[in-house]
């Protein structure tokens, strides 16, 4: 039989339903294939009766019944086919397409998972973007766990991905900062001088004064305090193994080419601004926004808007076909106001969306952690990383859906037991990896070929081979819906049900066949534990 992966399957099974429907004489209703949230149902099921229904007024499952009739499928691959109220369509598949899986797994390694589903579409993800004024904190990063981790699984399907850091280095939080470095300055120097109203503070800014005054001939404050606040914010996001293609500086490459002024002049030729009380204004409100908004200030300074219209339109001359944004708690009411400006601008809106990361609530059990006790106002991402590690923070940032506030509670994070769920996955890892030493030690090495798993017939065995064989979609749609948190729910039922296997069947006292084949499941699961993990930027380790 052909090696079949998720996709071929359904391609297969959509074919066929597509050729058994056509009797109705009904074209616009579109075949889909779904998984059965109870897998008793099956491994496929078909809704299609229920479509139809609508459109021949008949009951679905008298229609279901019907295109079971007409349906023709290869025996080799679908083995029974069941009609359930009130006219699902349910799938079984032949075992040898389960055991070609794992065996397509054990084969691929490293790339199983991988795919071309989302090849043709071009992304560019934005995220974390902090202003370059101080230490990254915990928002941050769940920015950027978030968004190092939609990338991750976007290019596991296919999809070219570039990720981009929008550093904000100009206008007025650019102004204030430097202000208030000049400001701590002289505060070294035992003057009584507080930064300026909406400026910053915190033993950060003090330790950024020190540096300064050795600098000579003195730079510019605002640049040099952030060309300083970037490099820690790189270092604490190297340390979180986070990456970015592009750093693309609003100051340099927006303001200083001439980009912002060309955008809003485009915009006034398109008769999409006017002018009141001194400023100019683009007319959003027509499409789409609350009210108008100001591009350019009455002192003649463009807004921090027209910036990020010009930054956003820049992104579609680039050549990318979607942008995707992840933006701070505070900003739900400026989505609309982009989504409109890009509209105005005839640019494509509807290839733009952005995620929101919610606030983060620090725990330590029933307790809120304070605040820091070197910045004052936030916990850094850094003093994060020290308490928790690189692994609990990635996971714990992505394993709620962004747009839910979050309660992150450290002592949690820290154990090593299985009421921390990174750790619970991490072990059956580790606990594969010890078995596979221990069988090696025995002389039993797992079997490789799919002739081989035929004993691999029980309950829990099915349920590990129908998981490996799902984890491929599992990774398109979490990246499709850019929503990372799918993968984790995934890896904790692979994870729940690996533990499961392990403690109801033995595998070095069973018969040598059986023992082989369960090795090599248990290989199976190893390799999409691992490959999972690494796309949320957990480590696999072998031991623990």
């Known amino acids: 039989m052909q090696t079949l992966d998720i996709f071929s399957i359904q391609k297969t099974l959509i074919a066929n339903f597509t050729s058994a429907i056509e009797p109705f004489g009904v074209t616009d209703v579109a075949v889909n294939i779904e998984r059965p949230k109870d897998k008793s149902h099956g491994d496929f099921s078909c809704p299609v009766a229920m479509l139809l229904a609508k459109k021949l007024k008949k009951q679905p499952l008298l229609i279901a019944q019907e295109i079971v009739k007409n349906l023709k499928f290869d025996p080799s691959l679908i083995s029974q086919v069941e009609v359930a109220p009130p006219g699902f369509i349910n799938l079984r598949l032949n075992p040898p397409v ?14 199983f998972g991988k795919s071309t589903q989302g090849k043709g579409e071009k992304v560019i993800l934005e995220f974390v973007s902090a202003n370059p004024t101080g230490p990254l904190n915990i928002v941050n990063a769940r920015a950027a766990a978030l ?17 981009e850091y929008y550093v904000n280095d100009a206008g007025v939080q650019a102004r204030l900062f430097g202000q208030s470095l000049i400001a701590a300055c002289d505060r070294l120097n035992g003057k009584d001088v507080q930064a ?81 009380d001194g400023a100019v204004w683009i007319k959003v409100s027509e499409f789409g926004a609350p009210k108008d908004e100001v591009l350019v200030k009455s002192d003649g300074y463009p807004a921090y808007f027209a910036a990020d219209i010009a ?84 996971f714990f940032f992505v394993m709620r859906s962004a747009n839910s506030h979050l ?20 072990y059956a890892h580790a606990r594969i990896c010890s078995l596979l030493k221990k069988c090696a030690d025995n002389g039993l090495t797992p079997s490789a070929s799919a002739g081989e798993f035929v004993s691999l017939k029980d309950p829990e065995s099915f349920l590990l081979l129908k998981e490996l064989m799902e984890y491929p979609q599992w990774v398109l749609e979490s990246g499709k819906a850019l929503e990372p948190h799918r993968l984790v729910i995934y890896l904790q039922s692979l994870a729940a049900n690996f533990h499961l296997f392990y403690a109801k069947h033995r595998i070095l006292d069973a018969p040598p066949d059986e023992a082989k084949a369960r090795l090599a499941l248990a290989l199976g699961v190893k390799v999409v534990l691992k490959n999972a993990l690494a796309l949320l930027g957990v480590s696999a380790p072998d031991q623990m």
Do not use: C
């Open 98 to 111: 389960f055991y070609e899986t794992l065996q397509q797994a054990l084969k691929e390694s490293a790339d």
């Open 147 to 163: 968004g190092e981790s939609i990338a991750n699984l976007l290019m596991a399907s296919g999809t070219e991905t570039s990720r």
């Open 196 to 276: 300026p109203e909406g400026g910053y503070q915190g033993a950060y800014m003090d330790d950024l004064a020190k540096d300064y005054v050795k600098v000579s001939p003195a730079p510019d404050p605002g640049e040099w305090g952030m060309e300083q606040v970037l490099k820690w914010q790189r270092d604490a996001l190297l340390r979180y193994d986070v990456h970015f293609e592009n750093w693309y500086s609003e100051k340099k490459l927006l303001h200083d080419t001439g980009l912002v002024k060309e955008t809003i002049e485009m915009l006034k030729q398109k008769g999409l601004t006017y002018e009141k």
């Open 311 to 394: 930054y956003h339109l820049q992104k579609f001359k680039r050549g990318f076909t979607k942008l995707v944004d992840i933006w701070g708690p505070d900003h739900h009411g400026h989505i609309i106001r982009m989504k409109s400006a890009l509209q105005a601008a005839g640019a494509p809106a509807d290839q733009f969306s952005v995620i929101i990361a919610q606030q983060v609530n620090l725990m330590e059990g029933t307790e809120k952690v304070k605040m820091s006790k070197r910045e004052g106002k936030f916990v850094t991402m850094d003093e994060l990383l020290d308490q928790v590690g690189k692994d609990a923070a990635r």
């Open 407 to 426: 309660d992150f509670d450290i002592e949690v994070a820290k154990k090593q037991t299985e009421e921390n769920p990174v750790f619970y996955i991490q």
